[in-house]
């Protein structure tokens, strides 16, 4: 009898040094990954939007278990985010190493447009971004060609007008790396497999067995995304397309299909010679998606020149088969990991900060646009964020400090210092998709109130009177309902299917963490959350 998947595909013969990737490998919201393989060792990052810091750089050596190793963008003068809104800021990066440079290519649709950064350690510190002069559109990508040539392609509306949203071609230009300027001929070469195709997206270049190769997403990052390619004997072009396009895409498997969005991918290749693809995909309940987009794995295979994604099966398995030996971060010696005495969480686990002990937050920590220098401290006492006047509804930078969700149903917790809270200000726990669409378990002078925020109006759906100076609050979040609680009682009830794409819109999955307003008024109060505790 076949072992099947989840989805009921066969996952095929174990072999005895190979092990198994689950997807998503990156669970929650990770989208539009890229990922290089640098001999043993593959370096992921994803888009960020308005969040800070930007580009988490993860690292892994089976293509299983990952560790983060830094964040690309860490300094306000690389990412500039000002009033950004959630789903502008940065999109779509690639990664790319050469000749002892890592570089990474990226869009801040709200500040500068494209840019490259350089590093010569994935773990940075990586450089100030070197603006691309003239390199308009999106989604941009660097080739290095056999002889060192370096090449941008990207995506930018019809040079002739766009006849329809979405109608946009994929241009190549050289790249002078010394002076880090486009030169030479720009040509659009690609604008899509399909008829009268929207948004060709997030290409990149490759070169195998004498063929260019342009791997892209088309048809919007919704329901209808999918993966295309074509090739070419010349970097110009023109360009062949693939017969069997599109080469993958979950676009036809119903509206109820657990696993939807599919696309935007990049290829590695492992030291074996076996190649494997990185893309975005989400997972749903009820046709709702809270946790945005997530990073998927595939096999690849080659057949008559063209790329095979998942042979026989043809669409995201629950588990791939990887053909490399097991690596386990925290038993590698030279693992940032080990390095840094697990300064990190591991991606998609359990976690319980005890703020008092950190002297630090670990990467995987996340702040909302640039952070004010005064935001937060650590203390002997835990963190203590400071009542800024904003509040989470405003395209300006609240104090809250929060973690990815990945799971559908979790737990998030605080215990909060609010004793001292006078007049308007409040602290506690934030549920968040958007300034508009988000959840809110807020402890005032007296008072805690459960307030959920939906079209960018609160409303209060829950309240109890508290006392005392230490608070514990839970959000408690069951698939698309969740359960507010204040020192063990529940004080309300609260659909969340409004906290999702389908509904807020945008590109973000939801984030959870500890949240601290004046509320209009500025004081230089702060108060003090003593541990924020996560578990699935």
Same mark, same amino acid.
């Given at each position: 009898?076949?072992?099947?998947?989840?989805?009921?595909?066969?996952?095929?013969?174990?072999?005895?040094?190979? =092990?198994? @990737?689950?997807? %998503?490998?990156? +669970?929650?919201?990770? *989208?539009?990954?890229?990922?290089? !393989?640098? #001999?043993? $060792?593959?370096?992921?990052?994803?888009?960020?939007?308005?969040?800070?810091?930007?580009?988490?750089?993860?690292?892994?050596?089976?293509?299983?278990?990952?560790?983060?190793?830094?964040?690309?963008?860490?300094?306000?003068?690389?990412?500039?985010?000002?009033?950004?809104?959630?789903?502008?800021?940065?999109?779509?990066?690639?990664?790319?190493?050469?000749?002892?440079?890592?570089?990474?290519?990226?869009?801040?649709?709200?500040?500068?447009?494209?840019?490259? =950064?350089? @590093?010569?350690? %994935?773990?940075? +510190?990586?450089?100030? *971004?070197?603006?691309?002069?003239? !390199?308009? #559109?999106? $989604?941009?990508?660097?080739?290095?060609?056999?002889?060192?040539?370096?090449?941008?392609?990207?995506?930018?509306?019809?040079?002739?007008?766009?006849?329809?949203?979405?109608?946009?071609?994929?241009?190549?230009?050289?790249?002078?790396?010394?002076?880090?300027?486009?030169?030479?001929?720009?040509?659009?070469?690609?604008?899509?497999?399909?008829?009268?195709?929207?948004?060709?997206?997030?290409?990149?270049?490759?070169?195998?067995?004498?063929?260019?190769?342009?791997?892209? @997403?088309?048809?919007?990052?919704? +329901?209808?995304?999918?993966?295309?390619?074509?090739?070419?004997?010349?970097?110009?072009?023109?360009?062949?397309?693939?017969?069997?396009?599109?080469?993958?895409?979950?676009?036809?498997?119903?509206?109820?299909?657990?696993?939807?969005?599919?696309?935007?991918?990049?290829?590695?290749?492992?030291?074996?010679?076996?190649?494997?693809?990185?893309?975005?995909?989400?997972?749903?309940?009820?046709?709702?998606?809270?946790?945005?987009?997530?990073?998927?794995?595939?096999?690849?295979?080659?057949?008559?020149?063209?790329?095979?994604?998942?042979?026989?099966?043809?669409?995201?398995?629950?588990?791939?088969?990887?053909?490399?030996?097991?690596?386990?971060?925290?038993?590698?010696?030279?693992?940032?990991?080990?390095?840094?005495?697990?300064?990190?969480?591991?991606?998609?686990?359990?976690?319980?900060?005890?703020?008092?002990?950190?002297?630090?937050?670990?990467?995987?920590?996340?702040?909302?646009?640039?952070?004010?220098?005064?935001?937060?401290?650590?203390?002997?006492?835990?963190?203590?964020?400071?009542?800024?006047?904003?509040?989470?509804?405003?395209?300006?930078?609240?104090?809250?400090?929060?973690?990815?969700?990945?799971?559908?149903?979790?737990?998030?917790?605080?215990?909060?210092?609010?004793?001292?809270?006078?007049?308007?200000?409040?602290?506690?726990?934030?549920?968040?998709?958007?300034?508009?669409?988000?959840?809110?378990?807020?402890?005032?002078?007296?008072?805690?109130?459960?307030?959920?925020?939906?079209?960018?109006?609160?409303?209060?759906?829950?309240?109890?009177?508290?006392?005392?100076?230490?608070?514990?609050?839970?959000?408690?979040?069951?698939?698309?309902?969740?359960?507010?609680?204040?020192?063990?009682?529940?004080?309300?009830?609260?659909?969340?299917?409004?906290?999702?794409?389908?509904?807020?819109?945008?590109?973000?999955?939801?984030?959870?963490?500890?949240?601290?307003?004046?509320?209009?008024?500025?004081?230089?109060?702060?108060?003090?959350?003593?541990?924020?505790?996560?578990?699935?």
């Amino acid at each position: 009898m076949k072992q099947m998947g989840v989805l009921g595909h066969p996952i095929g013969k174990r072999g005895t040094m190979s =092990v198994i @990737a689950k997807n %998503p490998i990156m +669970p929650g919201f990770y *989208p539009d990954p890229s990922m290089c !393989a640098v #001999g043993e $060792d593959f370096y992921l990052v994803n888009s960020t939007f308005a969040y800070f810091p930007g580009l988490p750089v993860l690292h892994s050596k089976d293509l299983v278990h990952f560790e983060q190793i830094g964040n690309v963008m860490d300094r306000e003068s690389q990412l500039p985010l000002g009033d950004t809104g959630h789903s502008r800021g940065l999109f779509a990066p690639t990664i790319r190493y050469y000749n002892g440079t890592f570089y990474v290519i990226c869009t801040n649709v709200s500040h500068g447009g494209n840019y490259i =950064v350089t @590093a010569t350690s %994935p773990e940075g +510190p990586w450089s100030e *971004p070197h603006y691309l002069e003239g !390199a308009d #559109g999106i $989604d941009p990508s660097l080739f290095f060609d056999e002889d060192g040539t370096c090449y941008y392609i990207g995506t930018h509306p019809n040079p002739a007008g766009c006849k329809y949203d979405g109608d946009w071609y994929i241009w190549i230009q050289q790249v002078d790396l010394e002076n880090m300027k486009l030169v030479g001929p720009k040509k659009d070469v690609w604008n899509g497999a399909m008829r009268d195709v929207i948004w060709p997206e997030g290409p990149h270049l490759y070169r195998k067995d004498g063929y260019y190769y342009i791997m892209h @997403a088309e048809g919007g990052t919704g +329901p209808d995304h999918a993966v295309s390619v074509c090739r070419s004997k010349d970097i110009w072009g023109p360009y062949e397309n693939y017969k069997k396009n599109p080469v993958l895409t979950h676009r036809h498997l119903g509206l109820d299909y657990p696993i939807k969005y599919v696309g935007h991918s990049d290829i590695v290749e492992t030291v074996n010679g076996e190649w494997y693809m990185v893309m975005l995909a989400v997972r749903p309940l009820e046709r709702y998606t809270t946790m945005g987009r997530e990073t998927f794995l595939a096999k690849v295979t080659w057949e008559e020149g063209w790329p095979v994604v998942n042979p026989g099966i043809g669409m995201l398995t629950d588990e791939v088969e990887i053909n490399l030996p097991e690596w386990l971060p925290e038993n590698d010696p030279t693992s940032y990991t080990s390095r840094t005495g697990a300064f990190t969480a591991v991606p998609g686990s359990n976690r319980c900060y005890d703020f008092a002990t950190m002297k630090k937050l670990g990467h995987e920590f996340l702040m909302l646009r640039n952070p004010r220098e005064d935001m937060y401290r650590m203390t002997d006492k835990g963190i203590e964020l400071k009542l800024s006047p904003i509040t989470m509804k405003e395209n300006q930078t609240s104090s809250y400090v929060a973690i990815r969700q990945q799971h559908h149903s979790f737990t998030v917790k605080t215990t909060v210092c609010a004793g001292k809270l006078t007049g308007k200000e409040s602290a506690g726990l934030a549920y968040m998709q958007s300034n508009d669409y988000n959840l809110r378990l807020e402890v005032f002078a007296g008072e805690a109130k459960a307030i959920l925020c939906q079209a960018g109006k609160d409303e209060v759906i829950g309240s109890i009177a508290v006392s005392g100076d230490e608070q514990q609050l839970a959000i408690v979040v069951e698939g698309l309902t969740t359960r507010l609680l204040v020192n063990g009682q529940e004080i309300a009830i609260a659909g969340v299917s409004a906290l999702s794409t389908e509904v807020a819109g945008g590109f973000v999955g939801c984030t959870a963490g500890i949240y601290a307003s004046g509320n209009g008024e500025e004081n230089g109060n702060y108060v003090c959350f003593k541990r924020l505790c996560y578990e699935a």
